[in-house]
């Protein structure tokens, strides 16, 4: 998608050739004489139209308007909230005709949150996904332009970002999306190299004998169900200086998640294949950085493989010895994600780093807990999680944080080992946390669950690119 920024007045919009024009038009709007505004009051009188959040009304060949066709789109007190609802409403009407240009245009006063909400939902909503089918598919609209008051500074600014984020958004849609048998963890592997292209980024990705000389017993006792080889990637960007510790993001990259030998039923188990949802993000954050630049140091930790029943699969009451030494038992094959991550986070106590930001699509309990409206959020460090609820807050990719207290930590008692990889049928996104916590005790660390949030099921099933949006503006206000 190409985006582009311009400075529009409702006057001038009406002059600007495109296919398409949408107006958003909140309650603080006063109309002027141009075509537009004429249109908006006259609409309004007569109650077709209301500046209501999601009202729209579609005209065509306006006599002073170049667009052939123009959607007005309500936008309410003009939340973010309200523009990602009324633009993504507005953007369902283009998605039968053909139109490749569009604009959208702010009637009045714009804030960077306003213009960073109407960036995303205009590529959210036009995305489409292509990879596999036999005729690729492509989107429609390529050409959008964001009509703004004044088109300088802070505005300017969330312009860059909110546009670096969504080619993030998108490249993590676009892995996540993609079937277990087209993102194997070698595929991820090459898509992290292809990543390194950009300069100051690096990428290393580790193979099985390698992964066994560092000790990651708990990770390795995973992949060993599969055919398919595991990988361990890392990723570095530098934009810092060499001596700065990096924040580490650590993804969980579970290319297909059947549960092993404890496995799952049958209905939706196609949809683990998006079990590398945050292995997708910390691609997608890559992406990003590649395109922002910004003045920070960024390591991505992937591991990468699959979760299946074989003869050489693990078994339930096995016990493993993880990087750090502690051992495993494993009560739950299912439960397999903590154990790819824990030795990880053992591996990324090797960069010094300033934190440690996991993210997995853990539990199915995160669900019960917090529907699929904002990730689970638990961290060892009260600002970090803090700084990580604002980021959400403000970039629209919201958070909420539950507790990691000794009660809960008490649960993954096992009497045949250090820990078991299971806390029972209660709090299971917390006792899978403290699983994890266990494994990051030397630096400050986050874990953000995105089991509800990395996807979305039914007729529009498909990855969102979350969290993508809040680890980006996380990132952002860090370089500052
Ligand atoms: N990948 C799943 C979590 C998941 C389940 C995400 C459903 C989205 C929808 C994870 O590996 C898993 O299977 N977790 C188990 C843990 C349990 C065995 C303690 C779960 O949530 O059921
Ligand atoms: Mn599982
Ligand atoms: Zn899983």
Redesign the pocket.
């Known amino acids: 998608m190409n985006f582009e920024l311009k400075t529009l007045s409702l006057a001038s919009a009406a002059k600007t050739s495109t296919d398409t024009l949408i107006v958003l038009i909140s309650e603080q709007f006063e109309a002027g004489k141009d075509p537009l505004s004429v249109l908006i009051s006259k609409a309004t009188q007569a109650k077709d139209f209301s500046n209501k959040t999601g009202k729209t009304l579609q005209a065509y060949g306006l006599a002073g308007v170049s667009a052939a066709k123009i959607i007005l789109v309500g936008i309410g007190e003009g939340k973010p909230s309200d523009v990602k609802t009324g633009l993504t409403g507005a953007m369902a009407t283009l998605k039968a005709a053909e139109t490749s240009k569009a604009a959208v245009v702010f009637a009045g006063s714009v804030t960077s949150a306003q213009l960073h909400a109407a960036v995303l939902a205009v590529a959210d909503s036009t995305y489409v996904y292509g990879t596999t089918h036999s005729k690729p598919k492509l989107r429609k609209l390529t050409q959008v332009t964001l009509g703004v008051q004044s088109a300088t500074g802070a505005l300017k600014e969330a312009f860059t970002s909110s546009v670096a984020m969504v080619e993030g958004i998108e490249f993590a849609k676009e892995w996540a999306n993609r079937p277990a048998n087209h993102a194997t963890p070698t595929m991820l592997g090459k898509a992290a190299q292809g990543l390194a292209k950009t300069a100051g980024i690096s990428c290393e990705v580790l193979g099985p004998k390698e992964v066994a000389k560092l000790g990651m017993g708990s990770f390795m006792s995973v992949a060993k169900g599969s055919a398919e080889p595991l990988r361990f990637i890392v990723l570095k960007y530098q934009g810092g200086a060499k001596t700065e510790a990096p924040v580490v993001l650590v993804g969980k990259g579970?290319t297909f998640?059947t549960?092993g030998i404890?496995l799952?039923p049958a209905p939706e188990m196609d949809?683990?294949k998006f079990?590398m949802g945050g292995a997708a993000s910390v691609l997608g954050v890559f992406k990003s950085l590649s395109l922002l630049k910004p003045k920070l140091n960024v390591v991505g930790l992937i591991p990468a493989c699959e979760?299946m029943p074989d003869g050489l699969a693990v078994k339930p009451g096995d016990v493993v010895t993880s990087m750090s030494g502690q051992t495993i038992e494993i009560l739950?094959t299912?439960?397999?994600?903590r154990l790819i991550l824990c030795d990880a986070l053992t591996y990324a106590g090797r960069f010094k780093p300033d934190t440690v930001i996991d993210i997995a699509?853990?539990?199915?309990?995160v669900?019960g807990a917090l529907g699929k409206v904002t990730a689970g959020l638990l961290s060892n460090d009260d600002q970090l999680a803090e700084d990580l609820l604002a980021s959400g807050t403000k970039s629209g990719d919201r958070a909420w944080r539950m507790p990691l207290w000794e009660e809960y930590d008490e649960l993954l008692k096992s009497n045949f080992a250090d820990m078991a990889n299971?806390g029972g049928p209660q709090a299971?996104t917390i006792t899978?946390a403290c699983f994890l916590a266990r494994f990051a005790k030397k630096y400050k660390w986050a874990h953000l669950d995105v089991?509800g949030t990395a996807w979305v099921s039914g007729a529009q099933k498909g990855a969102t690119g979350r969290p993508v949006p809040i680890l980006m503006e996380y990132i952002r206000s860090k370089a500052k």
């Open positions: 579970i998640d549960g404890s799952k949809e683990m079990d979760n739950n299912d439960a397999e994600g699509t853990l539990t199915g309990a669900i299971i299971g899978a089991a």
